[in-house]
């Protein structure tokens, strides 16, 4: 069983930088991809990224490539976003989520999600 909470949102300065966190407190974590997607106030959920079950690939999303990087260390089941050079357009309430599909995009491909944490950012 995979139980995900997210930390580590909350109000910045544009071009100011964040990190997420989620930590999972079942025992699988090393098992799953996982995925940090976003959800604006009015707008769909989108990706924002993934990481390999070993943490040696990535992917992510067109608008945060060079400013976010997502990481993981499976000893203490966590998953890490760090986010630089924030804009307003960042701002949502961002959710972890764990799949058995590798390097998966789209939300239906994940089985397990966490709260959310939300990032706001201000201009």
């Known amino acids: 069983q995979v139980q995900l909470v997210e930390s580590g949102g909350g109000l910045v300065q544009a071009g100011g930088s964040l990190r997420l966190s989620c930590q999972d407190s079942?025992?699988?974590?090393?098992?799953?991809?996982m995925g940090w997607f976003r959800q604006a106030l009015g707008k769909e959920r989108e990706f924002v990224a993934a990481i390999s079950r070993i943490g040696n690939s990535a992917y992510y999303e067109d608008s945060v490539k060079g400013r976010f990087t997502i990481s993981r260390d499976n000893a203490k089941n966590t998953l890490y976003l760090q986010m630089n050079s924030l804009k307003p357009e960042d701002t949502a309430d961002y959710v972890c989520?764990?799949?058995?599909?590798?390097?998966?995009?789209?939300?239906?491909?994940?089985?397990?999600w966490g709260q959310g944490t939300q990032v706001t950012v201000s201009s």
């Open positions: 989520a764990a799949s058995k599909t590798y390097l998966a995009q789209h939300p239906q491909a994940y089985e397990y």
């Open positions: 079942g025992r699988t974590f090393s098992q799953y991809t």
